[in-house]
């Protein structure tokens, strides 16, 4: 079983950055892909960016590229979300996620891909 926490929320205002972490314990050596998704009110969750804990790949939604950047430390079994230039729309809870099996990139995006989830953290922006 793996366990994961977020951590990093909290309020900032427009233009503004914060850094969320996942970390990830338990047999985290089952996990292969982690991912980060959104929920804003009265919304459905969303994509937001994925990566591949061992070896090469990263994804991220159009929303945020060029915004956000993820990112991870395997010692640590901590994935990251950097996020700068935060706009209200990106105001929602953050979630993170890990996958059991290895998926190809093309469905990162796939709640259904993911098997374990964090318990969310929420980021607000406003002025």
């Known amino acids: 079983q793996v366990q994961l926490v977020e951590a990093g929320g909290g309020l900032v205002q427009p233009g503004g950055s914060l850094r969320l972490a996942c970390k990830a314990s338990?047999?985290?050596?089952?996990?292969?892909?982690i991912g980060w998704f959104r929920q804003a009110p009265g919304k459905e969750r969303e994509f937001v960016a994925a990566i591949r804990r061992s070896g090469g790949g990263i994804a991220h939604a159009d929303s945020v590229r060029g915004r956000f950047a993820i990112s991870k430390d395997n010692a640590k079994n901590t994935v990251y979300l950097q996020m700068n230039g935060l706009k209200p729309e990106d105001t929602a809870v953050y979630y993170c996620a890990a996958t059991s099996r290895s998926i190809i990139m093309g469905i990162v995006d796939r709640e259904s891909a993911y098997d374990y989830w964090g318990q969310g953290t929420q980021v607000s922006v406003s002025s």
């Open positions: 338990g047999s985290t050596t089952s996990t292969y892909v």
